[in-house]
Every structure is written in structure tokens, then in C-alpha cells.
């Protein structure tokens, strides 16, 4: 192996020479812009540009130094018909990668690039590892509908710096509201995500990451907002991840996806956890997941604040396969789903348990309807809005859960929710508040799941058995995957 030692002041010339299979080693220093097109590795002799956290990419601004020009780009969106966000502007990497192939970004930091920390266009087999990421809209943003075999693991990426603005002092609405931009006084910069695509092929992996104090986690787009079937947004594997308070949405596929697993994420202060607004989609796996609060976000009077686990699209106009959700752990304040719809929308074996009011500071805990609408809603001839009652049509299943919230079961089926089983109890677990989700001994979600087939992409099945337990955590582990997830491919090492 070649191993190519790089100062800031020799990189560039340095990758421009490289061969598959070697190394750029990255001395300490602050690293200018690196732009890199048609560099080309191949997939047993990968290029890697390696560094220790005190080589760093500085884009040399913080936040304020580019609030005002954020919501200018904010703003011309908006003037031109499009939503008031810094999307267009996305292409304006720091590390920006074209047309590249079989690369590796390891160990360095990323710093203050505002909007776009990496830009990936039409690139193959990338993998970005421990990386240390700190501000920007966009810590990696990729397009081009050849971009597929990305592997985002292990990297820390921190959008607020100072860790309260996003949260806890921004009003939501300056930051991702549809009304007209203020240029002084809006926070458009902050409208971003720890990794955002747009139309990319798929096959992507992102593992292990902590993303804190950032508006989005994860947020991938299907290019036609009927998600039309063009072969984009297949293939993602979200897994062993840990969100901490995010003000949005922790993951998000948008208009269209298809054979996703979603696993093993824990998820801690978020506004909506899950938003599933896609108009097709199909093959969803969502288990082993955690989820738990301490804090409501934003200022007193954001209206944005009451949040949800899934956030639904409209209308749904097809699935091409299940969205299969069980065996997750859930400690929740707010309404569980509020509103719209999902087809094939199976819902088992999930452990949920609802804050008491005594175990939490004035007004932190205000549980809603599990399904929208007041607490305790019980008038058939006044609407609130809630969740679809449509179940037979739409292929909806809510079986073999243990849900500790009032209206759960009986008021549910009054207010005509189709619920086919379940327990309404305290699930067990050791201490929610603090995100222990493992049972207590003799705990009622102990041995009660139950067996199904759930299908598989290639028509296959994923055969869970009888006595598993309620919730995530199995004999002391996490629900596993199965050993071979179809359509993932060169990401095998990742599994578990």
C-alpha cells in the first residue's frame, strides 16, 4: 500500500496524482476546499483520503456569519415558486465529489461549510467513516441518479454548536415555515440535515452516526413528488444510530421509497420521529428501535411544538409492499400517530409506554388522543383531525401491542379504530425516562410477542417466532435483522 503523506498546502496536487488502492494521509492542519471530479478507485483497491480530528475542513464561517445570506438564497427560492429553503444551493461543497468512484473520507473533521459540508454528484461506492462534522445546512447532500454503495458510518455531526438554539429558543417557522422569508430575522440556514439526497439510485447504508442538535437527521427525496417509479430512493439501511434533539424529523423518506430497514436507532427529544410522507413506497422494516423525552421543544408560543411518532402523507395513491412496524420501545407525551394515512400499515409487538404528569415538570407532559384529536375525544358527530379510520380498505393492522395510554384500547374501538388485539398496560421497563428499555423481571411484555411472515423484496420471508418479547430488547439484546437482507448489496459487514 501507498501511503501518500498531505499537508493543506499539497493535497490537491497530490489527489490529483492518485492510484486505486492508495492512501492520502492528512497531517494536522486547516484544510482548504477539496473538489475531486471523475477520481476513480476500484471496489477491491478503494481510495482513501484519512486524517486525525485535527485535520479540518474549514469552511471558516459559523452560523451568523451566514444567516442573512441563507435566507437570501431562502428567499430568491421562494420569489421563483419553490419552497423557501437552501436546496438549490446544496451543490456548494466544501469536499465536493463528481463523478467519483470507490473512495473512502475517514477520521478528519468538517467545520463551519455552510451550506454543504460533502457534495456527492453521480458518484459510486463512496464510504465516509468518523467523520467529526459541526455546522453547515447539509453535512453530506447527495444527487444524480447513478449515485448508489454509499456507506455513511460512525461520524458525529452537530448543527448547533451552541446546542439550544435549534431546540430550544428558534421558533420553528423561521426556520422551515412557507411564509415570506425575513432576511434579517429568519434561520433558513438551519433548515438542513446530517445527510440529505435527492433522486440518488439507492443501496445505502448509515450506520452507527450520533446526530445532535440539528433540525433534520436523515431526509431522502424520490425526484418526482408522485414518487413515479424511476428506480431511486431502494435500498436504505438506517441502523444503530443515536438522535438527540432533533426539531424536525430524526428520518425521513420523502415522495417515494421502496425496501428500507430502519433498525436499532435510539431517538431522544424529536418533534416527529418518523415521517413517511411518501405517495408510493413499499417493503418498510421499522424494529428495535427506542424512543424517549425529557423536554418539549422550542420557545412558549411555537406552534410547532406538539409533535407525533409518524408523520403520514395525504393520500397514498399505491404500496408495493408492507410497512411493517413491531417490536420498537416507546416512552411518548404526544399523540402516536395525528393524522392521514398509510396502506399496508402493520403495526405488532411494539411497547409503548405515556409519561405520567407527577413524573415530569409543569407542562412537559400533556398527553394528546393516541390517534389525534383530544385526550378522551368521545363526540361521533364533531371530526377532530386523526388518523384514517379507512383500515379495511387501506390494509391497516394494529395486533399484539401493549400500549399504556387511557384511551387505549376500548375508547379507541368506540371512536371507530379497527383494533384487533393487545394489552393495555404498563409494558415493564426498567427506566423509560432515561432510555432503559430493557424489561423487569416478571414485566408484562415479557413472552408475549407473537409469530408472523413478513415478505421480503424477492420474494422471500423473514419468519419471526412465537415468545419473543414486546418491545425492542431480546434476552438482552436488540430484535436482529435477518442474515441476509435482499437488495443490499457490499454492505454485508454492516449487518447487526
Not at 421509497?257 to 431517538?267: A, E, F, P, R, S
Request: net charge negative.
Amino acid at each position: 500500500m501507498t501511503i501518500h503523506m498531505a499537508s493543506p498546502s499539497t493535497l490537491n496536487s497530490i489527489a490529483e496524482q492518485i492510484k486505486p488502492g492508495e492512501v492520502i494521509e492528512l497531517s494536522p492542519g486547516n484544510y482548504s476546499a477539496l473538489h475531486l471530479k471523475r477520481l476513480q478507485g476500484k471496489p477491491d483497491n478503494v481510495i482513501t483520503i484519512r486524517g486525525s480530528k485535527d485535520a479540518v475542513f474549514d469552511g471558516g464561517k459559523r452560523y451568523e456569519d451566514f444567516r442573512e445570506e441563507g435566507n437570501s438564497i431562502a428567499r430568491k427560492a421562494q420569489d421563483e415558486g419553490s419552497y423557501p429553503s437552501l436546496g438549490r444551493e446544496a451543490h456548494r461543497g466544501f469536499i465536493r465529489l463528481k463523478n467519483c468512484k470507490h473512495i473512502r473520507l475517514s477520521g478528519f473533521s468538517v467545520l463551519g461549510c455552510w451550506p454543504t459540508g460533502i457534495y456527492l454528484n453521480n458518484c459510486v461506492g463512496i464510504e465516509i467513516d468518523n467523520l467529526d462534522m459541526r455546522e453547515g445546512t447539509f453535512a453530506i447532500f447527495a444527487d444524480g441518479r447513478r449515485t448508489r454503495d454509499l456507506i455513511l458510518r460512525n461520524c458525529t455531526y452537530v448543527q448547533d454548536i451552541e446546542e439550544g438554539r435549534i431546540w430550544r429558543e428558534l421558533d420553528w417557522k423561521i426556520i422551515h415555515g412557507g411564509q415570506a422569508v425575513d432576511i434579517k430575522n429568519d434561520a433558513r440556514a438551519f433548515d438542513g440535515e446530517f445527510f440529505r439526497s435527492f433522486g440518488i439510485a439507492g443501496n445505502v447504508t448509515i450506520a452507527n452516526n450520533t446526530i445532535r442538535h440539528a433540525f433534520n437527521g436523515i431526509h431522502m427525496f424520490h425526484s418526482d413528488r408522485d414518487g413515479l417509479d424511476r428506480g431511486e430512493n431502494r435500498d436504505v439501511r438506517i441502523h444503530g444510530n443515536t438522535f438527540r434533539y432533533i426539531r424536525d424529523n430524526a428520518i425521513e423518506p420523502e415522495w417515494g421509497g421502496w425496501n428500507w430497514w430502519i433498525y436499532h436507532n435510539d431517538i431522544f427529544n424529536a418533534h416527529k420521529w418518523l415521517s413517511l410522507q411518501m405517495r408510493r413506497s413499499g417493503h418498510f422494516y421499522i424494529f428495535g428501535n427506542t424512543g424517549w423525552f425529557d423536554e418539549i421543544p422550542g420557545p412558549v408560543n411555537d406552534e410547532n411544538k406538539g409533535g407525533a411518532v409518524f408523520k403520514l402523507p395525504s393520500k397514498q395513491k399505491s404500496s408495493e409492499g408492507s410497512h411493517y412496524i413491531f417490536n420498537n420501545s416507546f416512552y411518548l407525551r404526544s399523540a402516536y400517530i395525528k393524522k392521514k394515512e398509510l396502506r399496508n400499515f402493520w403495526h405488532f409487538n411494539n411497547a409503548i409506554q405515556y409519561c405520567k404528569p407527577e413524573n415530569h415538570p409543569t407542562h412537559t407532559c400533556v398527553k394528546r388522543g393516541f390517534f389525534g384529536g383530544p385526550l378522551g375525544y368521545t363526540d361521533p358527530n364533531s371530526e377532530p383531525p386523526e388518523f384514517t379510520k379507512d383500515w379495511k380498505r387501506l390494509s391497516i393492522r394494529f395486533f399484539n401491542d401493549i400500549i399504556d395510554h387511557d384511551e387505549y384500547p376500548d375508547r379507541l374501538i368506540e371512536r371507530g379504530f379497527q383494533l384487533e388485539s393487545g394489552l393495555s398496560d404498563e409494558p415493564g421497563f426498567t427506566n423509560p425516562r432515561a432510555g432503559e428499555f430493557q424489561p423487569v423481571s416478571g414485566a408484562a411484555m415479557q413472552d408475549a410477542g407473537i409469530g408472523i411472515s413478513l415478505d421480503l423484496t424477492d420474494g422471500t420471508t423473514w419468519d419471526l417466532v412465537d415468545g419473543c418479547s414486546l418491545g425492542a430488547w431480546q434476552n438482552g439484546s436488540r430484535l436482529s435483522p435477518p442474515a441476509r437482507i435482499p437488495g443490499m448489496n457490499d454492505n454485508s459487514n454492516l449487518i447487526g
